[in-house]
């Protein structure tokens, strides 16, 4: 097991709405199987995982066994960012029985959900090792969860791009032609809101240049091969970063990775996870 990373989850507010919006659907207005068990009864449980993983979501699993138990105990062997191997036990887990049984569904799902994020993204970055390019992910999130993957992208490895529409301007070819031209486009988003990175997509060196000169914050590389890579690194000549998105996966990434660009995001991040295998044993005191 290696600790690799260390970065604050959301706030705690979101996490609880989180877990929340996962309960409404899963309790609903009570769960019928745990009232079999005896009101009183106390349990004891292990939470293993079955695969090479890397951690990530442990406050989302944490607050929904407080959710239903205030007073539970749960012992963690791993942090968040922690790469983990088979058969690994994650933590150790006290409290009432009826209340770990019916949280055991929701917690379970955030963290296999995101653990299997981290993982993703940890191959990723590997796969872009020895290299000056950074990772990072989309908008392509599960709804509602944009924060929480996001989050877990960073455990991963990885950084993130804006959070969404509001944080940050990414001009696009159909921006460009509405605005007239990418010098418009960039001195309307600058008039507009001027404290918002700005970043342009372009199709070609021709289209690169113009964004130089409209003074960018960052270039995103449309479909460019990696010759014509090499070329935009060159021109921009560190000027602005340079980021490559689209067709990204993990036999591609190194390669284009190797242009000396600055940035690759990859959806594949958030919306191409498997969920990490983990199994909770539990028993009666």
Sequence with gaps: ???AFRFSPPDQTLINADVERAFAEDIGHGDA???LLPEGAQA???LVCREDAVVAGIPWFDACVHKLDPHARITWHVSDGDRVTPNTILCDIQGRARALVSAERSALNFLQLLSATATTTASYVAAVAGTKTRVLDTRKT?????LA???AVRCGGGHNHRIGLYDAILVKENHIIAAGSIAAAVQAARRLHPTLLLEVEVENLDELQQALDAGVDRVMLDNFTPPLMREAVAQADGRVPLEISGNVNLQT???YASTGVDYISVGALTKHVKAVDLSLRLQID
């Design 33 to 35: 199987t745990a009232s």
């Design 149 to 151: 993957q996001k989050y």
């Design 1 to 3: 097991m290696t600790t």
């Design 44 to 46: 004891s449980a292990q």
């Design 253 to 255: 990434i190194g390669e």
């Design 142 to 146: 599960i709804p509602g969860l944009r």
